[in-house]
């Protein structure tokens, strides 16, 4: 029976932004206590980043702990979830590379994600090799574990998809072996693209457009002050535009109904929020600051989790030990099943060993 495995992860690149936190991070916390899910797997996916950032090792070597602070923070139980390092599991490197003989260069250049990234990071002319096969990278990353559901942002649906592929084709070449994954996206469609706070199409650090998780509250004011919204709603009695307006994305993926009875009972909901704004007589700042007392109270207790393990730097890298060593286990098991399924497991095959030295000793 298909086995139910979440796989899923982050480049440590940086500290985590809300955009993580509602694209995957906090259906990560909630189904870490679904008991109808085998395991669960969160990569450090420092590897993947070095793809990119092969000049500058050591932004990886320090940010490996702040996304390990970050998980924490957001509430991610280091006793339900292996949390491991990807360039600690070696068989993840093998396995790309089988993977690499079943998928082409131009099924790969075809992939709107990878053209995605590779216009922000104008490789357009000299694409390390490295970056563009990340895709079959991040199969492995999937399959290693047998993950078969994967809780992601919507960009990602076409990594899936190739995951996918290879699986179906490995499994067609050399026997069932692997399974398919599914992809897991937000419940909430307004979190499966939360654009930056400067209403570009998506929150990123190279932009400088994001709101950290560990943001102190006063940074998280300045931010949410600053916010992009409806240019041509110059005056309160102008009528406002939602579409494109960042303070009402961030509403529609943050705000519930208990907010306004909490914060501005003057509406009963958001639907009535809306109205007034589209009609007009409704200023920007006071929806900013409406939206900042929602941020504030789902970030509080992040900030105060964070410095609770910020005190414990030894225990944290402890997790990342145990959750490493577990990841290899299983990753050895797999690479074990996958090269007997190639037939190139021969120094364990006793069979073939035994059968060549028959073909070779002498006849009696």
């Not at 702990?65 to 600690?88: C, K």
Request: proline letters at 5%; glycine letters at 6%.
């Amino acid at each position: 029976m298909k086995p139910k495995i979440i796989l899923t992860g982050d480049r440590p690149t940086g500290r985590l932004h809300i955009g993580h936190y509602v694209g995957s991070l906090s259906r990560r916390v909630q189904l870490q206590n679904d008991p109808s899910f085998d395991r669960i797997f969160i990569m450090i996916a420092d590897a993947q980043a070095l793809t990119d950032n092969a000049d500058n090792p050591e932004k990886l070597r320090q940010n490996v702990l702040e996304v390990t602070l970050d998980y924490l923070a957001a509430g991610i139980d280091p006793e339900r979830v292996n949390i491991f390092i990807q360039s600690a599991v070696p068989e993840l490197t093998e396995l790309t590379f089988y993977y690499m003989n079943l998928t082409t260069v131009s099924r790969v250049q075809r992939n709107p994600t990878v053209k995605t990234e590779i216009q922000m990071r104008n490789f357009e002319a000299n694409i390390p090799l490295g970056f563009f096969c990340y895709p079959v990278s991040q199969a492995a990353d999937i399959t290693l574990f047998h993950g078969t559901v994967v809780p992601v942002g919507e960009d990602q649906k076409p990594m899936i998809e190739l995951t996918n592929e290879i699986v179906r084709r490995f499994n067609a070449t050399y026997g069932e072996t692997l399974y398919e994954a599914d992809i897991l996206l937000p419940d909430n469609k307004a979190c499966q693209r939360l654009p930056g706070t400067d209403g570009k199409a998506k929150m990123s650090k190279s932009l400088g457009n994001c709101i950290y998780l560990s943001d102190p509250a006063d940074i998280v004011e300045q931010k949410i002050k600053s916010m992009y919204t409806d240019p041509t709603h110059l005056r309160v009695s102008d009528p406002g535009h939602l579409e494109g307006n960042a303070v009402f994305t961030y509403l529609d993926a943050f705000c519930r109904d208990e907010h306004f009875l909490k914060y501005w009972p003057d509406y009963k909901n958001l639907d009535e929020l809306k109205e007034h704004y589209t009609r007009g007589g409704l200023g920007d700042m006071k929806c900013k600051m409406f939206l900042c007392k929602i941020m504030q109270e789902l970030l509080e207790p992040i900030r105060e989790r964070r410095h609770y393990w910020e005190q414990r730097i030894p225990e944290v890298y402890e997790i990342l030990r145990r959750g490493t060593e577990e990841a290899r286990r299983v990753g050895q098991q797999t690479i074990s099943e996958v090269r007997e399924a190639m037939r190139i497991n021969y120094l364990d095959d006793s069979a073939l060993q035994d059968e060549q030295a028959r073909k070779y000793s002498p006849a009696e």
